[in-house]
Structure formats: C-alpha cells, structure tokens
C-alpha cells in the first residue's frame, strides 16, 4: 500500500469513528431524555450505548493495529 492508499484508508476510518460517535451523542442525549420518563427502559438504551461504544473501541483499535504494521507512528490526542 503506498503513502496515498493509507492516507485515503486512515481518512475513511476516522470518517466511520465520527459516524460512531456521533450516533453515541445520539444515544447519550436520548438516555437523558428518558431519566425523566419513568416508563421508559432506561436499560434498553444504556445496552445500546455500551455496544457502541464497543463498537468505536474495536475501530480505534483496528486503526491502531493497522498502523503499526505499516510502522507508521501517530499519537491519538
């Protein structure tokens, strides 16, 4: 892969993290919402927070990994 093709691979994984992310902003704002409803399943909602946060956890590490095999260093801030 040359220097172009990881450029465009890192590009689209932190373009698919921020999509992540923002669904998790998503799913955190509904769950807020939901406290002030008691009918509501809370647990439903925390259930799905925690799988995507796994999700954007296993992205940044496939990032990670990729990265190093091809030796590159890059700090995540």
């Not at 590009?11 to 409803?37: C, F, G, P, R, W």
């Amino acid at each position: 892969m040359n220097e172009l093709e990881m450029i465009d691979f890192i590009t689209k994984e932190i373009e698919d993290l921020q999509t992540i992310e923002h669904y998790l902003m998503q799913e955190i704002a509904s769950v807020e919402v939901a406290s002030n409803d008691k009918e509501f399943n809370t647990k439903m909602n925390i259930d799905r927070l925690y799988f995507l946060n796994n999700c954007l956890s296993n992205e940044i590490k496939e990032m990670k990994r990729f990265l190093k095999e091809k030796k590159v260093n890059f700090e995540v801030e």
